[in-house]
């Protein structure tokens, strides 16, 4: 029977969960009808929020410093950023991107929120608040990663090299999965883990991932 924790995980996760039909670009992409230049959109800017998003991952790991279970889920995920960048540079290259490109890019408001509001957490949130809160929206995008990823070698004809940045977040993370599990269970242990502060933390970063999404169609 699973624990309190794991509950939490899969009731957060569940209520959190966009409507299948608020993503106005991954359909596009999953059935070959977005441009290669919304594709070269995608990778610019997920250039900003890779290495963004894995600061604030290495901040909140320090701030966990006395918790090691937050400590040790957020040192995976700044580990697992640091891994898809290395996968980012092959899509970029096949949606056309060169290094002038990259540099003279201007980015979207709408696509920096998230990585702007995962750095207001990483200076802000409880910890393993945050832990709860970035699961739930982890699910989200991995689901849509799936999506792209398929529909960049059927409809596009992208290489694996292409397309290992989306697969790299489609893949299950059960090791990642138990360290938040963990994470969560010491919060709720201590005391430290408030339920209606993480709602929410994932209601608010799940809005800036449909935002994001937006954006860019």
């Not at 929410?200 to 799940?206: D, H, K, M, S, W």
């Amino acid at each position: 029977m699973p624990g309190k924790a794991a509950e939490m995980l899969e009731t957060t996760r569940s209520e959190l969960a966009p409507d299948p039909n608020v993503n106005p670009l991954v359909p596009l992409v999953a059935g070959g009808r977005a441009s290669l230049e919304t594709l070269a959109a995608l990778a610019l800017e997920q250039h900003r929020v890779i290495p963004a998003d894995r600061r604030a991952f290495l901040h909140l790991a320090q701030r966990a410093s006395g918790d090691p279970a937050a400590a040790g889920f957020f040192t995976m995920l700044a580990e697992g950023e640091e891994l898809a960048a290395e996968r980012l540079g092959a899509f970029t290259e096949a949606c056309g991107v060169d290094a002038g490109r990259m540099q003279a890019y201007d980015p979207l408001p709408g696509c920096q929120a998230y990585p702007a509001y995962i750095s207001w957490l990483a200076l802000n949130a409880a910890p393993a608040d945050a832990v709860l809160a970035i699961t739930a929206n982890f699910a989200t995008w991995g689901t849509y990663c799936a999506a792209i990823a398929q529909g960049l070698r059927t409809r596009y004809g992208f290489t694996d090299e292409a397309c290992a940045f989306f697969d790299f977040f489609a893949e299950p993370a059960p090791a990642l999965d138990e360290q938040a599990e963990a994470a969560v269970q010491a919060g709720l242990d201590s005391g430290r883990l408030d339920e209606r502060r993480v709602y929410t933390y994932g209601r608010l970063l799940q809005a800036y991932e449909e935002m994001f999404w937006s954006a860019l169609s």
